[in-house]
C-alpha cells in the first residue's frame, strides 16, 4: 500500500501491465523522454526501453492510426493524446474506423486500444486543454469511455481498460492529478468498466458525477445542512453507463442532481435524466437537476471559474431539488 | 549502344516462373474482371446495397503485388477492395454474399462492399475513408517488426498498404509516410494511380503529378515507379523492392500506373474524361496482354514483340476456353449462392459484435414496438 497521487497511480498502473504483458506498448507526444506533458509516464522509457515506450511527432491522427493498426495485429497500445482538444485531429480515426472494426468484421477484427486523454478544467489553460467532451465518445457505438475521479479508482479502471478487448477512452481529470493523495494497493487490481460507485449513502436526493466535479460535489455536501441525507454517486465510467445504479438510488431518493463541467446541452447529464425519466417516472417528486458548463466555448482562465460548476452551484441545485 | 539484332536479353524474372503460376494469373485476373461485371449487373438491378467501386482494370496492380509477398504479409486497402479481396483468396462466394448483405458473406453483412474483411488471408479490411488505412499501415508494419523484433516470434514481414491516387492529398497519409519513416515500419504504400480522384484528375488535385518520386523522397522512403498494366512487369519490378524491404524493415512507396475502366462508383456521369481516353487505356488490357503471351497468337504483332519466355504459349485455346467458362460458372454460383443466402435477423444481430460484452444501455428492439417494456404500459 502507498500513498499515491492520481499520476503516480496511472504510472504505477502502466508500469505493471506492461511488466505482465510484453503486448503492452505506449506511444505519444513526449511520453518518452520528457515522460509525457503532466510527467505521467515518467520512467517508463528508461524501463522498458525505446521499443516499447515510443516518442512520435504532433501527429494525432498518425498516432491513433498506428494505434489502431497496431491492435488489429494482437499488440496492446496506449497512445497518449496530450489534452482533449487534440482528439480533433484524431477523430476521424477513432470514431471512423477503431470504434468500428468489430461489428464491421463481424467480430474477426478487434481493437483492444487504450487511449489515455488528460481531461477538463481547472488548471487555467486556454480552451482545448480545458475541455470535457466525453458525450461526444459516449454517442460513438463501439467505445468504452471511463473517466475516474480518485488514485485508487485510476489504476483499477486503467488495468481494466488496457484489458479490454474494445477501445477505451480513458480520460484523466488534469485537475486533480496531484490534488491529493489516497491509499493505492501495489499488487495489481481491476475496477470493471461499467459500475459506478456510491461514494455516500443517503436517502433524501442523488447526486451524480465524474471526473473532478466529484470533488466539488463532496465539497458541497460538506455544506448541506445535515438533516439532507445526499447519495453521491461517482459515475466512473461514462459509457456503458451504469443504469441499474442510477435508477435503484433515485427511486430510493426521489431527487436527482447530475453536476459535470461539459456543456449543458446534449451531454451525458443529459442522457441521465432521460434514464431516470424512462426507468424512475412514478418515484420523482422533483425535476431532475442539472450543474453544467454553459454552452459555449471554454473560457479562458478569468472566467474559468464562473463556467465550471463548483460547491456552491452544486449545493444551490441540491438545495432547490430538495425543496422542490 | 545498340544491342545486336538477335541479342537474347536476361530473362524477365516472371519468366523464370512456371507456367501454372503465370496462368493462376491471368485465371485470378479474369475472375476479378467477371466478378465486377456481374457485380454491376446485380448493383443496377438494386440486389446489392450501400455503394459499389469496381475495379476493372486494375486487375493487375493487386494480383501482381499480392503474388510478390507472402500470404502471412498484411494487406489493407481503401475501399475498390473487391479484387484484393479475390486476389488474397477470399471465395468468390463469401466477397458476393457479403455485398449482398447477407450472413454468409466475409462479415456476415455487416460490413458491405468497401469493408471486405479476410483475417485468415491477413486482409484487413476495405476503408471507406480516403487515406485513414495508411495511418493503420504503420502500425500493422510496427506490430509486425515488434513481433519479429521484440517478442522473438515469426520471421519478417511487410506490410502492403494500398491507396488510390487521391489519398496522396490526405493529411493522414503524409504524417503515416513521416511514422514509417521514423520508426522504420516495413509498410509499402501502393498508390494504385489510376489518373482521377473521383472525378478530378490527378494534375488537378496533385502536386507533383508527373513525379511523386518527390514525395517519397520527402520522407526518405525508397520509391519506384511501375507500369500497372502488365502483371509480369508488376511482379518483376515490384518483388526484388518487397523482399529488399523486407530484409531492411523499410518502408516504401510504390507509384503502380493504372486505368479504371469504369466511373468512380456506380453512379459516376464521367465528364472529366473522353470515350477515346478510356479506349486507349484498353488497348493496353492487363488481361488481354498476358492472355495473348500464354496462348502465343503468333497473328499478334504485341506477342511477337517480346522475347519469348518458357511459359509463352503454354496455354491452348481450348484451356483457355475453359478457363473462361469455369470463371463464368463460379461467379455465377456466388451470385446464386448470394441470393439464396440468409438475410441477418435483426432481433439476433443489430447489437451483436458492437462490443465484446452485450452492453446494458440499450434501446429494445421488438419488444419496443409492442410497447412491452415500456414501464408507462
Given at each position: 500500500?502507498?500513498?499515491l497521487?492520481?499520476v503516480?497511480a496511472?504510472?504505477?498502473?502502466?508500469a505493471?501491465e506492461?511488466?505482465?504483458?510484453?503486448?503492452?506498448?505506449?506511444?505519444?507526444e513526449?511520453v518518452?523522454?520528457?515522460?509525457?506533458?503532466?510527467?505521467?509516464t515518467?520512467?517508463l522509457?528508461?524501463?522498458f526501453?525505446e521499443?516499447?515506450v515510443i516518442?512520435?511527432?504532433?501527429a494525432e491522427?498518425?498516432?491513433?492510426g498506428?494505434a489502431?493498426g497496431?491492435?488489429?495485429?494482437?499488440?496492446?497500445p496506449?497512445p497518449?493524446?496530450q489534452?482533449e482538444g487534440?482528439?480533433g485531429?484524431?477523430?476521424?480515426q477513432?470514431?471512423?474506423?477503431?470504434?468500428?472494426?468489430?461489428t464491421?468484421?463481424r467480430g474477426?477484427?478487434t481493437?483492444?486500444?487504450?487511449?489515455?486523454?488528460?481531461?477538463?478544467?481547472?488548471?487555467h489553460?486556454?480552451?482545448?486543454h480545458?475541455?470535457s467532451p466525453e458525450?461526444?465518445?459516449a454517442?460513438t457505438?463501439g467505445l468504452?469511455v471511463?473517466m475516474?475521479?480518485?488514485?485508487?479508482?485510476?489504476?483499477?479502471?486503467?488495468?481494466?481498460?488496457?484489458?479490454?478487448?474494445?477501445?477505451?477512452?480513458?480520460?484523466e481529470p488534469?485537475?486533480?492529478y496531484?490534488?491529493?493523495?489516497?491509499e493505492v494497493?501495489?499488487?495489481?487490481y481491476?475496477i470493471?468498466?461499467?459500475?459506478a460507485?456510491?461514494?455516500?449513502e443517503?436517502?433524501d436526493?442523488?447526486?451524480?458525477?465524474w471526473g473532478?466535479t466529484?470533488?466539488?460535489?463532496?465539497?458541497?455536501?460538506?455544506?448541506?445542512?445535515?438533516?439532507l441525507s445526499v447519495?453521491l454517486?461517482?459515475?466512473?465510467?461514462?459509457y456503458p453507463i451504469?443504469?441499474?445504479?442510477?435508477t435503484?438510488?433515485?427511486?430510493?431518493?426521489?431527487?436527482?442532481?447530475?453536476?459535470c463541467e461539459?456543456?449543458?446541452?446534449?451531454?451525458?447529464?443529459a442522457?441521465i435524466a432521460?434514464?431516470?425519466?424512462?426507468?424512475?417516472f412514478?418515484?420523482?417528486r422533483?425535476?431532475?437537476?442539472?450543474?453544467?458548463g454553459f454552452?459555449t466555448v471554454?473560457p479562458?482562465?478569468k472566467?474559468?471559474l464562473?463556467y465550471?460548476p463548483?460547491?456552491s452551484?452544486i449545493?444551490?441545485a441540491v438545495m432547490?431539488c430538495a425543496?422542490y | 549502344?545498340?544491342?545486336?539484332p538477335n541479342a537474347k536479353?536476361?530473362?524477365?524474372?516472371?519468366?523464370t516462373?512456371?507456367a501454372?503460376t503465370?496462368?493462376?494469373w491471368?485465371?485470378?485476373m479474369?475472375?476479378?474482371?467477371?466478378?465486377?461485371?456481374?457485380?454491376?449487373?446485380a448493383y443496377?438491378?438494386a440486389k446489392?446495397?450501400?455503394?459499389c467501386h469496381v475495379?476493372?482494370?486494375?486487375?493487375a496492380?493487386a494480383?501482381?503485388?499480392?503474388?510478390?509477398?507472402n500470404?502471412d504479409?498484411p494487406?489493407?486497402t481503401?475501399?475498390?477492395d473487391?479484387g484484393?479481396?479475390?486476389?488474397?483468396?477470399?471465395s468468390?462466394r463469401a466477397?458476393m454474399?457479403e455485398m449482398?448483405?447477407k450472413t454468409?458473406?466475409c462479415?456476415k453483412g455487416?460490413?458491405g462492399?468497401?469493408?471486405?474483411f479476410?483475417?485468415?488471408?491477413?486482409?484487413?479490411g476495405?476503408h471507406?475513408?480516403?487515406?485513414a488505412?495508411?495511418?493503420?499501415?504503420v502500425?500493422?508494419?510496427?506490430?509486425?517488426?515488434y513481433e519479429?523484433e521484440?517478442l522473438?516470434?515469426g520471421?519478417?514481414?511487410v506490410?502492403?498498404?494500398?491507396l488510390?491516387?487521391?489519398?496522396?492529398n490526405?493529411?493522414v497519409?503524409?504524417?503515416s509516410?513521416?511514422l514509417?519513416g521514423?520508426y522504420?515500419?516495413?509498410?509499402?504504400?501502393?498508390v494504385e494511380?489510376?489518373?482521377?480522384?473521383?472525378g478530378?484528375?490527378i494534375?488537378?488535385?496533385t502536386?507533383?503529378a508527373h513525379?511523386l518520386?518527390?514525395k517519397?523522397a520527402?520522407?526518405?522512403?525508397?520509391?519506384i515507379e511501375i507500369?500497372?498494366?502488365?502483371?509480369?512487369?508488376?511482379?518483376?519490378?515490384?518483388?526484388?523492392?518487397a523482399?529488399?524491404l523486407?530484409?531492411?524493415q523499410?518502408?516504401?512507396?510504390v507509384?503502380?500506373?493504372?486505368?479504371r475502366?469504369?466511373?468512380?462508383?456506380m453512379s459516376?456521369?464521367q465528364?472529366?474524361?473522353?470515350?477515346e481516353?478510356?479506349?486507349?487505356?484498353?488497348?493496353r488490357?492487363s488481361?488481354?496482354?498476358?492472355a495473348h503471351?500464354?496462348l502465343h497468337r503468333?497473328?499478334e504483332?504485341?506477342?511477337?514483340?517480346?522475347?519469348p519466355?518458357?511459359?509463352h504459349?503454354?496455354?491452348s485455346e481450348?484451356?483457355?476456353?475453359?478457363?473462361q467458362?469455369?470463371?463464368?460458372?463460379?461467379v455465377r454460383?456466388?451470385?446464386d449462392?448470394?441470393?439464396?443466402s440468409d438475410?441477418?435477423d435483426p432481433?439476433?444481430?443489430?447489437y451483436t459484435d458492437?462490443?465484446?460484452?452485450?452492453?446494458?444501455?440499450?434501446?429494445?428492439?421488438?419488444?419496443y414496438h409492442?410497447?412491452?417494456?415500456?414501464?408507462?404500459l
Amino acid at each position: 500500500m502507498a500513498n499515491l497521487t492520481l499520476v503516480q497511480a496511472i504510472n504505477l498502473a502502466l508500469a505493471q501491465e506492461m511488466e505482465l504483458d510484453d503486448r503492452v506498448i505506449l506511444l505519444g507526444e513526449d511520453v518518452g523522454k520528457n515522460g509525457g506533458v503532466f510527467r505521467v509516464t515518467e520512467g517508463l522509457q528508461a524501463r522498458f526501453g525505446e521499443s516499447r515506450v515510443i516518442d512520435s511527432p504532433l501527429a494525432e491522427s498518425g498516432i491513433i492510426g498506428t494505434a489502431i493498426g497496431m491492435a488489429m495485429a494482437g499488440l496492446r497500445p496506449i497512445p497518449e493524446i496530450q489534452f482533449e482538444g487534440f482528439l480533433g485531429p484524431a477523430y476521424d480515426q477513432i470514431t471512423n474506423h477503431a470504434a468500428r472494426y468489430r461489428t464491421r468484421s463481424r467480430g474477426s477484427v478487434t481493437i483492444p486500444l487504450t487511449i489515455r486523454v488528460p481531461v477538463g478544467g481547472g488548471i487555467h489553460a486556454p480552451e482545448l486543454h480545458s475541455d470535457s467532451p466525453e458525450a461526444i465518445y459516449a454517442h460513438t457505438p463501439g467505445l468504452k469511455v471511463v473517466m475516474p475521479s480518485s488514485p485508487y479508482d485510476a489504476k483499477g479502471l486503467l488495468i481494466s481498460a488496457i484489458r479490454d478487448p474494445d477501445p477505451v477512452i480513458y480520460f484523466e481529470p488534469k485537475r486533480i492529478y496531484r490534488a491529493f493523495r489516497e491509499e493505492v494497493p501495489e499488487d495489481e487490481y481491476t475496477i470493471p468498466i461499467g459500475e459506478a460507485k456510491v461514494v455516500e449513502e443517503g436517502t433524501d436526493l442523488t447526486l451524480i458525477s465524474w471526473g473532478a466535479t466529484v470533488l466539488q460535489c463532496v465539497e458541497a455536501m460538506d455544506k448541506l445542512p445535515d438533516d439532507l441525507s445526499v447519495e453521491l454517486i461517482d459515475l466512473r465510467t461514462i459509457y456503458p453507463i451504469d443504469i441499474d445504479r442510477i435508477t435503484e438510488s433515485v427511486k430510493k431518493t426521489g431527487r436527482c442532481v447530475v453536476a459535470c463541467e461539459a456543456p449543458k446541452t446534449a451531454s451525458m447529464a443529459a442522457e441521465i435524466a432521460t434514464i431516470i425519466q424512462e426507468h424512475c417516472f412514478l418515484h420523482l417528486r422533483a425535476p431532475v437537476q442539472r450543474v453544467c458548463g454553459f454552452d459555449t466555448v471554454m473560457p479562458y482562465y478569468k472566467l474559468e471559474l464562473d463556467y465550471l460548476p463548483d460547491a456552491s452551484k452544486i449545493g444551490e441545485a441540491v438545495m432547490q431539488c430538495a425543496t422542490y | 549502344m545498340t544491342p545486336a539484332p538477335n541479342a537474347k536479353a536476361a530473362p524477365r524474372l516472371s519468366d523464370t516462373l512456371p507456367a501454372s503460376t503465370v496462368t493462376k494469373w491471368l485465371r485470378d485476373m479474369m475472375l476479378i474482371r467477371e466478378f465486377e461485371l456481374r457485380t454491376m449487373a446485380a448493383y443496377q438491378q438494386a440486389k446489392i446495397g450501400g455503394f459499389c467501386h469496381v475495379y476493372i482494370g486494375q486487375e493487375a496492380t493487386a494480383v501482381g503485388t499480392i503474388a510478390a509477398v507472402n500470404h502471412d504479409d498484411p494487406v489493407i486497402t481503401a475501399y475498390r477492395d473487391h479484387g484484393h479481396a479475390l486476389a488474397r483468396g477470399m471465395s468468390s462466394r463469401a466477397c458476393m454474399a457479403e455485398m449482398y448483405g447477407k450472413t454468409t458473406g466475409c462479415a456476415k453483412g455487416k460490413g458491405g462492399s468497401m469493408h471486405m474483411f479476410d483475417k485468415p488471408n491477413h486482409l484487413y479490411g476495405g476503408h471507406g475513408i480516403v487515406g485513414a488505412q495508411t495511418g493503420l499501415g504503420v502500425g500493422l508494419a510496427f506490430a509486425s517488426r515488434y513481433e519479429w523484433e521484440v517478442l522473438n516470434k515469426g520471421s519478417k514481414k511487410v506490410c502492403l498498404c494500398y491507396l488510390g491516387d487521391g489519398a496522396l492529398n490526405q493529411g493522414v497519409f503524409h504524417e503515416s509516410l513521416n511514422l514509417a519513416g521514423l520508426y522504420d515500419a516495413p509498410v509499402i504504400y501502393i498508390v494504385e494511380n489510376n489518373g482521377y480522384s473521383m472525378g478530378t484528375s490527378i494534375e488537378r488535385g496533385t502536386t507533383m503529378a508527373h513525379d511523386l518520386s518527390v514525395k517519397a523522397a520527402a520522407y526518405g522512403i525508397d520509391f519506384i515507379e511501375i507500369d500497372g498494366m502488365d502483371v509480369c512487369t508488376i511482379y518483376d519490378r515490384f518483388k526484388p523492392f518487397a523482399d529488399d524491404l523486407r530484409e531492411r524493415q523499410r518502408p516504401g512507396f510504390v507509384d503502380l500506373k493504372t486505368y479504371r475502366y469504369q466511373g468512380h462508383s456506380m453512379s459516376d456521369p464521367q465528364k472529366y474524361r473522353t470515350k477515346e481516353e478510356v479506349a486507349d487505356w484498353q488497348q493496353r488490357d492487363s488481361i488481354d496482354r498476358l492472355a495473348h503471351l500464354l496462348l502465343h497468337r503468333s497473328d499478334e504483332p504485341r506477342a511477337a514483340a517480346i522475347a519469348p519466355s518458357p511459359w509463352h504459349g503454354s496455354l491452348s485455346e481450348d484451356a483457355y476456353k475453359q478457363m473462361q467458362k469455369e470463371i463464368r460458372e463460379e461467379v455465377r454460383d456466388a451470385i446464386d449462392f448470394a441470393e439464396k443466402s440468409d438475410s441477418p435477423d435483426p432481433a439476433a444481430e443489430l447489437y451483436t459484435d458492437v462490443y465484446a460484452n452485450p452492453q446494458p444501455n440499450l434501446s429494445p428492439l421488438r419488444e419496443y414496438h409492442h410497447g412491452a417494456k415500456n414501464p408507462l404500459l
